[in-house]
C-alpha cells in the first residue's frame, strides 16, 4: 500500500514537500508519481519518476517542482515551491508495481490523496 503524507494549507509563493511511501513485500516498484485532481476535473500527472531516475513533469510545474526518490525505503517526494492557487487540489502517488513471484503481474497503486490548499 501507499501512504501519501505533506500536504496542508499554504499561502501563494510558499513550498510543501509531499512524501509517499510504499509498504508491503513481494513487489518491485518501477515508475512513482504524483497526480492531482481538482474538484471538478480530471486526474492529472505532476511528476513522476522511473526507477532508474529519469523523470517527466506537467508543463503546469516544470521549472516549480523536483521529483525524487528513494528507491531503498520506497518512497517517492515532490517539492513544489512557487505555489499558486491553481495548483489547489488533493494529491495521489501511484507507484506502478510488479509482484516479484510469477506470474509477475503488473498493479497500480494508489495513495489515499492529500490535500495542497494555496492561498491567494
Known amino acids: 500500500q501507499l501512504q501519501a503524507s505533506g500536504g496542508g494549507l499554504v499561502q501563494s509563493g510558499g513550498s510543501l514537500r509531499l512524501t509517499c511511501a510504499a509498504s508491503?513485500?513481494?513487489?518491485?516498484?518501477?515508475?512513482m508519481g504524483w497526480y492531482r485532481q481538482a474538484p471538478g476535473k480530471q486526474r492529472e500527472l505532476v511528476a513522476d519518476?522511473?526507477?532508474?531516475?529519469?523523470?517527466n513533469y506537467a508543463d503546469s510545474v516544470k521549472g516549480r517542482s523536483t521529483i525524487s526518490r528513494d528507491n531503498a525505503k520506497n518512497t517517492v517526494y515532490l517539492q513544489m515551491s512557487s505555489l499558486e492557487p491553481e495548483d489547489t487540489s488533493v494529491y495521489y502517488c501511484?507507484?506502478?508495481?510488479?509482484?516479484?513471484?510469477?506470474?509477475?503481474?503488473?498493479?497500480?497503486?494508489w495513495g489515499q490523496g492529500t490535500q495542497v490548499t494555496v492561498s491567494s
Open positions: 508491503g513485500s513481494g513487489f518491485s516498484i518501477n515508475v
Open positions: 519518476i522511473a526507477k532508474g531516475g529519469s523523470t
Open positions: 501511484k507507484a506502478e508495481t510488479r509482484s516479484t513471484s510469477f506470474p509477475y503481474k503488473t498493479y497500480d497503486w
